[in-house]
């Protein structure tokens, strides 16, 4: 037999077997672009989309028993997947549901959108979770990262999270399991995976609290990009305590190394804010991570400051 058949062979086999695993649902040589806010990134081997725990323990478990790499994605807003795209199983959580278990409990999967989360919590009259108005991405996408706005962080309302390990094993925990921090949580590391959340909050007044969200709408939209590809804020902030909710916003300091001329092919600067990458529409993910390293760079270069990325970079970038 000729190599290349040989070859051909062996794929077809690789691939039957993954169905054989995955079952029909299974994608392969799946475009990751469209599930990116960015818009950009090449293609994974395998895609499956979850829609309830069970399928998600049982896409996780088979992964890890075949030693097939995986990764979990939710909204695609904190993303910047390399052109290469990744070369294993990528699995979108798809868990729904938003339910009031209490007067001032609502349980939610992790694959609801955030703001579906926002408004329904708006629609029962429990307020605590405004800040995230206008924030994008899942709920499990959310607490991974701590997501935040305006001085709240989602860890301060959680009061449990169900969670599964990379093993098949489900477990509920509190936040202090998570080790929440700014922008970031253990679950970084442990690499554990959110199914859903319980969420304490407070009795408040349907309107107002209405009324605040739209608020909090109208500010982004005059600040962030609406119908602009990007992720939001490329970079974390810096831990100060002398500035407002203790941290100097990275953008300050982009802004003073020239952040809102940059351009590397379709990735630019959006010129309402230094701190966020746009694609015009024609970038590729190598064009926005070149443009951010020149900015970590010229930021390192005039304030001795090493900024950290809030985007997750997936993939191999070299
Ligand atoms: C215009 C715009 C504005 C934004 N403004 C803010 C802001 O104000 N504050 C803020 O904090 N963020 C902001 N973001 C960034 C982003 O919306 C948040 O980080 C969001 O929480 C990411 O959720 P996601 O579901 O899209 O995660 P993804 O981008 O899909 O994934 C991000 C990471 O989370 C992990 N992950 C996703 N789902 C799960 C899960 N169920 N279990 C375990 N891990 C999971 C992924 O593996 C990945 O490592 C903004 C983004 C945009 C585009």
Redesign the pocket.
Known sequence: MEMTEQLELNADMQKQNMLNLFGESLRFDSPLAE???FKTGGRAAYFLITNSTEETVKAVSTAYNNKIPF?????????LISDSGYDGLII??N?LGLKLTDETKIECG??ED?MSLVNFAAENSLQGIEF?A?????????????????GG??KDIIETVL?LDKTGQVKEVTPDYCKFKY?DSY??IS?????SLKLRLQQGNKEKLVAQIDETLAI?ASK???KQF????FFKNIPDPKEKFGKLPAGRLLEQVGAKELSIGGAKVFEKHAN?IINDGTATSKDIRELADILKQRVFDKFGITLED???S?GNFS
Do not use: D, F, Q
Not at 71 to 79: F, K, P, V
Not at 134 to 150: D, E, L, P, T
Not at 191 to 195: D, Q
Not at 230 to 233: K, L, P, V
């Open positions: 599930y990116s806010s990764l979990i994605i939710g909204g695609g807003s904190n993303l979108k959580i868990i992790a694959g955030l995230a206008g924030i994008w991405g899942s709920v499990g996408g959310a607490v991974y990262g701590n997501a935040g706005a305006y962080e989602i969670l922008r679950l970084k690499k554990e995976i959110v199914l982004r962030h990009p609406v990007c992720a939001g804020s966020i809030e985007v997750i997936i």
